[in-house]
């Protein structure tokens, strides 16, 4: 009698099952070699493999938490046994493994630069030290010595090379005219042109946006 051998074949990539199961250590053995061989020389299917051990990894470390820390409040009884026995589910498992994952991704964008909702500044046309802000999505300006009265003033902000960043109206008030500027000002030097009611630059102030 012939033996046949039994014979598995892989796809040009293997799918993302096999590569899950690979990294899980479940992978049928007669599958191994052949994705093994195919890992030599496929930098894709060998990220995927790494992001599945990834999360293998968060889930055995919250699994390990699961028992340690639900051990520890089973035995108060009441509140913490049930804490105990819905950490025993692998739902709630799962879930926090990828409550990990993803605390721990936010922990890198630590250097990504902040943005406050609203910043404020008041400005005055002299020449001298530029006031600075924080990046920001909405700054409220206050001209103190802009138009107590009149308008609206139109006015154009501009970055350090001239170019338009936004435009929009400047409205008088007793303390000086008031701007609310809604535009994702990053890092760098700005201008804030006042014009007239002839249409030329009345007035031109600067301030500048730096990272916290």
């Known amino acids: 009698m012939v033996q046949v051998e039994e014979c598995v074949e892989l796809s040009a990539h293997g799918s993302d099952d096999q590569l899950e199961r690979y990294a899980l250590g479940r992978l049928p053995a007669v599958e191994v070699p052949l994705l093994e061989e195919h890992l030599l020389v ?16 968060a ?19 009441g509140f913490g046994a049930w804490i105990a026995a819905a950490l025993r589910r692998p739902a709630v498992a799962m879930t926090l493994a990828f409550a990990l994952l993803i605390a721990a991704i936010a922990s890198f964008s630590h250097d990504k630069p902040r943005f406050a909702r609203i910043a404020a500044l008041q400005l005055t046309a002299t020449r001298g030290e530029m006031p ?38 400047a409205e008088s008030s007793p303390s000086g005219a008031r701007i609310d500027v809604r535009a994702w000002l990053v890092q760098g030097d700005y201008f804030l042109r006042l014009y007239g009611e002839s249409g030329a630059v009345a007035r031109e102030y600067g301030f500048r946006v730096r990272n916290p």
Do not use: I, Y
Not at 60 to 76: I, P, T
Not at 141 to 162: K, S
């Open 42 to 57: 496929c930098v894709d299917c060998r990220e995927k493999v790494d992001s599945f051990d990834n999360v293998a990894v």
């Open 59 to 77: 889930m055995r470390e919250a699994l390990a938490w699961n028992h340690l820390g639900a051990d520890r409040v089973k035995a108060k009884g």
């Open 132 to 169: 600075s802000t924080v990046p920001t999505s909405e700054l409220n300006l206050t001209l103190a010595d802009g138009p107590r009265e009149g308008g609206p003033f139109r006015v154009e902000l501009v970055n350090a090379a001239g170019g338009p960043v936004w435009q929009g109206l």
